[in-house]
């Protein structure tokens, strides 16, 4: 049976975690800062290039976007990196915690910190650009949610690489989504993307959410339901998928005894 | 009565490449309230035994039954009346030792936990490090709040690997003291592996050799010396070392 308690102590160590380390300070609140004064002074630029208007609104909504799948995905495998960095893992799983409890306290954790990057960059974004990205309705509520589910997703892929390769791959927390950032139509239409490519991104919820977002900032064009239903399937899909890998990983990695010597 | 019974325990790592056989069946009994060690050199395979015992580590085949029930099909319900204490594992190093040991009493859910951590702290005389960060500590101040973390919810099963390595002689009497006094008061059962052969003289009741991930011997650390004709376990380790024992 899941103990609350023990989801609750799990989520206590990663917040005792952030309040000492300035790195995980940096990553809630410094780099979505400068994310945004960055972009959102290239905006400013656009715009008095005289674009097509709503150009220089869509990039800062996608760089927004954009930060949350970057923080939320590499949040899941650092969660996992931190324990094994401090030779903690030992003393964790010796206790009653489960593995399901452990995933729960991850995603508490993951949320309660995006929140934190959410509220930051829609509050610069507005003081600074006065950009709101829910004047675009409240479909940009369905395409965030969208991102949490597969960020994680993304997230569980990368940590079960880690479980599967060790600290020696621990790389992968913050550098394999930038290997689907240039398919993912993130600044660009996927038509500007070679077929095979358009394909492959094709197939990614968050191509379809960037270019939800272009659409109806630029274009004034909602989304169809058939459009939300293939984000929302595509996203539970790969949620699925990555606890899955997560979970196999973790029983791969009890297996070969990486839980005492995590290297 | 056993709350520990232990059968048949295999493990092999790698089974489809280079495997290595770190266990070949190992078998044994833990009674109520015995302390229990297990003796061998390096790689013998005493820790890849207690990690398993601890749900750590995924044993190939063999039985594990923890007060008469099989381990392995409920983890998390024998964890929470077992805890280990090793001096090969570190708790969070970025944060203090206070709020360490508040995780692990949470996790456990133990009940007034300030108190408790504070009577743990301020027993093994680490009270003015309750702020300190855990990585900032000596071997032996992190090895006194590894034991901390292993008694805050009071186990009933003990699994202590070299619990007094990088302590020095004052405190590690100490320690060996207080587990003799949890055996005492509480029946708590203790599996310890030790190289420190006076120790595991004074403390364990019986002792099994392991050597090459199998057990040659289980018995009272006296028998074992006049069984092997030795005068001292430090001899009978000795023995034990060289492979003296193989049949």
Not at chain 1, 185 to 190: A, D, E, K, Q, S
Not at chain 2, 32 to 55: D, H, R
């Amino acid at each position: 049976m899941i103990k609350f308690h023990r989801i609750g102590a799990y989520i206590l160590r990663h917040l005792y975690e952030i309040r000492a380390s300035l790195d995980r300070k940096a990553d809630i609140f410094l780099f979505p800062v400068i994310d945004i004064l960055t972009f959102g002074l290239l905006t400013v630029y656009i715009d008095k290039l005289e674009q097509r208007p709503g150009i220089a609104l869509a990039i800062l909504g996608a760089v927004i976007f954009w930060t949350l799948v970057y923080n939320i995905q590499r949040d899941i495998s650092f969660s996992i990196l931190e324990d094994a960095w401090s030779r903690n893992l030992y003393n964790l799983f010796s206790t009653p915690l489960r593995l399901v409890e452990m995933i729960l306290g991850t995603l508490a954790i993951s949320l309660a910190k995006a929140c934190v990057t959410i509220i930051i960059t829609l509050g610069l974004a507005w003081g600074l650009f006065q950009f709101n990205l829910f004047q675009f309705g409240w479909v940009m509520a369905f395409y965030i949610l969208n991102i949490f589910i597969f960020s994680w997703a993304f997230g569980f892929i990368t940590a079960s690489l880690i479980f599967r390769f060790g600290t020696k791959a621990q790389a992968v927390a913050w550098s394999l989504i930038l290997v689907i950032y240039p398919i993912s139509g993130v600044f660009y239409p996927l038509s500007t993307l070679p077929k095979t490519l358009a394909d492959f991104a094709s197939i990614l919820p968050i191509a379809h959410i960037f270019e939800g977002l272009r659409g109806i900032i630029i274009d004034a064009r909602s989304p169809s339901t058939g459009d939300l239903l293939i984000i929302l399937a595509l996203s539970l899909l790969y949620f699925s998928l990555g606890l899955f890998l997560y979970s196999r990983a973790f029983r791969g990695a009890k297996e070969r005894g990486w839980f005492i010597h995590p290297t | 009565m056993n709350i520990v019974e232990v059968k048949n325990l295999r493990k092999i790592y790698r089974p489809r490449k280079n495997p290595v056989e770190a266990l070949r069946g190992v078998s044994f009994n833990i009674a109520k309230g015995e302390i229990f060690g297990i003796l061998g050199v390096n790689g013998a395979g005493k820790s890849t035994t207690l990690n398993i015992l601890m749900g750590l580590l995924t044993a190939t085949s063999g039985e594990v039954r923890f007060f008469g029930q099989d381990f392995f099909s409920n983890e998390s319900a024998f964890k929470s009346r077992m805890n280990i204490a090793t001096a090969y594992a570190d708790l969070a190093g970025n944060i203090t030792v206070y709020q360490n040991l508040k995780v692990f009493a949470l996790m456990y859910g133990v009940a007034n936990y300030r108190k408790k951590i504070e009577a743990m702290l301020d027993y093994f005389g680490i009270e003015h490090l309750r702020n300190e960060r855990f990585d900032g500590l000596s071997a032996g101040q992190k090895t006194r709040v590894n034991l901390c973390k292993s008694l805050l919810n009071d186990p009933e099963i003990l699994l202590l690997d070299e619990p007094t390595a990088s302590l020095d002689p004052s405190i590690a009497a100490r320690v060996r003291e207080t587990l003799l006094v949890l055996r005492r008061d509480k029946k708590t059962t203790i599996l310890m592996t030790s190289h420190n052969m006076n120790e595991v003289e004074q403390m364990c009741d019986r002792v099994a050799l392991l050597h090459q991930g199998r057990i040659y011997r289980t018995d009272t650390p006296k028998n074992l010396q006049s069984f092997l004709r030795v005068p001292s376990m430090e001899e009978v380790f000795i023995k034990l070392a060289r492979g003296e024992f193989e049949e």
